[in-house]
């Protein structure tokens, strides 16, 4: 009975194994980019309303002890006049407090990187939104 010489396969891929995980991982990258770019516009959203929120709350503090609102100030003024931490090296958001009077105020933020995007918080305690608001 004749002996079948099997040639030994050197371990390895093939190239269309190789061709079907790379098809396959751009497959779920394409898939998964767009989700990840939601997320992050998502964080930096609630980024700026947090902070927002923080200069509403430290406003009421600040005209508590003054008897006014401050007003007409900057992001490097908020954290001077109000004590507070906002970002001013390579910060997210744009931040400034307008307001005519000390009895009221707008505090708000525009994104550095699309200047489209404003929030805006008054006194009223309300959440931030970005209806009717312009920088």
Known sequence: MPLILMKKRKPGFTFIELLMVIVIVLILAA???PMVSKVKTKSLEKEAISSLKLIVAAEKIYRMEQGFYLS????TALNTDLKLLLPTSTPNWDYKVDGTT???????????????IVWCADQSGNDPTTASCSW
């Open 72 to 75: 007409g100030t900057d992001q």
């Open 102 to 116: 000390g009895s009221a105020f707008t505090s708000k933020a525009r994104s550095t990187k699309d200047s489209s």
């Open 31 to 33: 898939i998964f980019t």
